[in-house]
């Protein structure tokens, strides 16, 4: 089994930053790439942010220069800094990773539950 965690979603004033972290355990062999979604209130789940393991990224239009996304030291960790958040921002964001178990199985995506992030004066 695999499981993926976020943690760090929360409310913040226009302008203000949260930083997200996702920790993927269980049977892992490996992580391909590693994602962050969102999915705003009668909106359908947009991607955010992706890291591929040799680290190249890519980012929606709407927060190029404002969000970044890395992996942590064990690589079984991704992070999603947000500054200069707007009230558009507020969403539920999912974790998303690409994972094998054992050598030269096929990649599964899985899912985390989703954090709340909540921008609002």
């Known amino acids: 089994q695999v499981q993926l965690v976020e943690s760090g979603g929360g409310l913040v004033q226009p302008g203000g930053s949260l930083r997200l972290s996702c920790t993927a355990s269980?049977?892992?062999?490996?992580?391909?790439?590693m994602e962050w979604y969102r999915q705003a209130p009668g909106k359908e789940r947009e991607l955010v942010a992706a890291?591929?393991?040799?680290?190249?990224?890519n980012y929606a239009d709407s927060v190029k220069g404002r969000f970044t996304i890395s992996r942590g030291d064990a690589k079984n960790t991704v992070h999603l800094q947000m500054d200069s958040l707007k009230p558009e921002d507020t969403a539920v964001y999912y974790c998303?990773?690409?994972?094998?178990?054992?050598?030269?199985?096929?990649?599964?995506?899985?899912w985390g539950r989703g954090t709340q992030v909540t921008v609002s004066s």
């Open positions: 998303y990773a690409a994972i094998r178990s054992r050598a030269y199985a096929t990649y599964f995506g899985y």
């Open positions: 890291i591929a393991t040799a680290g190249s990224t």
């Open positions: 269980g049977s892992i062999f490996e992580i391909n790439k």
